[in-house]
């Protein structure tokens, strides 16, 4: 039983691409009569002592548009970080939070 299912994980780990986890692995075995009955500690178990790890990889996200006509906001501060009072200058930046697949 443990050959061949090995051997199943690694047909599967290879239908992924690599980029499946042992999660995703037991859900597809789970769904094969022969396997049914498998444990995710189990899969995790033998997908490690084969060297089988998930492959993550970010797409990296180019977030600026510098090549527009538009105005560019001036640079009020222009690296003068000291103000005579409180609430003088204030500054932000911004943050892209990935959601879905956008």
Request: hydrophobic share 35%; proline share 5%.
């Amino acid at each position: 039983m443990n050959d061949r299912l090995r051997k199943r994980i690694r047909e599967l780990y290879a239908e992924h691409k690599g980029m499946a986890g042992s999660p995703m692995i037991t859900a597809d075995l789970r769904a094969e009569p022969e396997f049914s009955n498998v444990g995710k500690n189990q899969v995790a178990r033998h997908m490690r002592e084969m060297g089988l790890k998930c492959r993550a990889t970010r797409k990296f996200v180019v977030t600026t548009d510098s090549k527009h006509d538009e105005p560019v906001a001036p640079n009020v501060l222009d690296r003068n970080f000291t103000v005579s009072k409180p609430n003088r200058a204030w500054v932000s930046d911004i943050t892209y939070v990935r959601v879905g697949s956008k």
